[in-house]
């Protein structure tokens, strides 16, 4: 281990923060407001490091009628609870629902530091979580979490320097498949405005197939098939194989794809909690499909891969999503029976064919940076037990 290196709690790198949910039955807490409020639904499928606002924002009497607190720019989220371990670093001034135990780093913490030192720890956080329904990580035990720290916070920020030029590459990569996404919608939808064309049920271009309802299979070590789990399902349309590699049994494999097995181009759609997230197999996909989602294929004769994800992830198709999607008593549910009933715009032949010729160079390099970024992930994932126990020396580094 190089330089002087401490153990601490986290309560000693900074002021550990909880939250609260303002009033939902009093619409004034909510409508208009410009406070940004995070919960931990909010990190779901959220890739990057830095976030700024939520799904809602509540205003400043919601911020008043709770205990929930205003964190200033650089504060880092810890999701304490369903699930533990999202992090991600406040781009501003924020607050969280009671789903996050957050941590606001001193002048002696570096906050990028900190950020990936709580990632570190992740699993050692959330087994020390308690709870019978579903486990939780009290303010208490956040703060009494020891970890080993560098002294110095220019040691501290030369190790998150390494790690953090990794993630800028992958966030750079996220903002162009941003654009490269917003020219494939606006591709479309200036299609729809300059072409005639038929609404149709998917079921006439796909077919769709139902997850197994079975229990979840266990996981095992050194195996090479893989179960999709609902956060590789991306909001951005990648299936990411890498965020969590959940393998499994080759006999549980086999039983899991009996039904279906995820290949490249099929589309992946989640029905209950992200109702409606969809993300397409990517080159070299091969892959069980876990619980709560579907499939949806694309027919042999129906070579329209790059049109059929963009129509997906269209306002266009969230709206119909959001109108078949059946409300229970606990959380909604998109039903496996209404997803052939939705309707995509079919054009003419010859037209279908100039669309897919036109966006399938976007969704594959969409794809193309999407796989590079798995590849900087994984890199970065190696790196960041070796530096975060000191094994990696970091004295050369110039920042």
């Known amino acids: 281990m190089m330089g002087d290196w401490k153990t601490c709690t986290i309560g000693d790198l900074g002021n550990v923060v909880g939250g609260a949910t303002p009033s939902t039955k009093k619409v004034e807490n909510y409508e208009g407001g410009s406070i940004a409020w995070i919960t931990p639904k909010d990190l779901a499928g959220f890739s990057g490091r830095f976030i700024s606002h939520g799904e809602r924002n509540i205003t400043e009497q919601g911020l008043k009628s709770c205990s929930t607190q205003l964190m ?59 709870g019978t329904t579903f486990k939780e990580v009290s303010g ?29 590459k992958i966030e750079k990569n996220m903002e162009i498949n941003d654009n490269l996404a917003e020219q494939a919608q606006g591709i479309l939808y200036h299609f729809m405005d300059e072409h005639p064309y038929q609404l149709q049920p998917l079921s006439d271009i796909a077919i769709v197939i139902d997850c197994l309802h079975s229990k979840k299979p266990s996981a095992v070590e050194d195996s090479a098939y893989q179960l999709i789990q609902l956060d590789n399902i991306r909001d951005d349309g990648f299936l990411d194989m890498s965020a969590i590699r959940y393998m499994i049994s080759q006999a549980d494999y086999e039983n899991w794809t009996r039904k279906c097995e995820i290949v490249e181009g099929d589309c992946v759609i989640t029905n209950v909690g992200r109702i409606g997230a969809v993300s397409q197999a990517p080159y070299g996909t091969k892959a069980a499909m876990g619980r709560n989602m579907t499939c949806i294929r694309l027919k042999p004769e129906i070579k329209l891969q790059a049109y059929f994800i963009t129509v ?64 900087l992930s994984q890199l970065r994932d190696a790196l960041l037990p070796k530096l975060m126990s000191g094994e990696l020396d970091v004295s050369d580094i110039d920042i």
């Open 72 to 130: 200033p720019k650089h504060t880092v989220l810890f999701s304490s609870r369903a699930p533990i371990g999202y992090v991600a670093i406040a781009s501003g001034e924020v607050c969280t629902n009671q789903g996050f135990k957050s941590v606001v780093p001193n002048d002696s913490t570096d906050y990028m530091f900190l950020y990936y030192l709580l990632k570190y720890n992740k699993n050692k956080i959330e087994n020390l979580g308690s």
């Open 140 to 168: 208490t035990t956040m703060r009494g979490i020891e970890v080993l720290v560098p002294e110095s916070i220019y040691e501290q920020r030369k190790i998150a320097s390494v790690l953090a030029k990794l993630d800028d």
């Open 312 to 375: 997906l992830l269209s306002n266009h198709m969230r709206r119909q999503i959001q109108s078949n999607t059946d409300e229970g008593t606990i959380m909604g549910a998109l039903n496996v029976k209404n997803i052939p009933k939705l309707l995509f715009p079919v054009f003419e032949p010859s037209v279908m064919t100039k669309l897919e010729d036109i966006l399938f160079p976007l969704r594959k390099q969409i794809e193309y940076n999407n796989l590079q970024n798995q590849k």
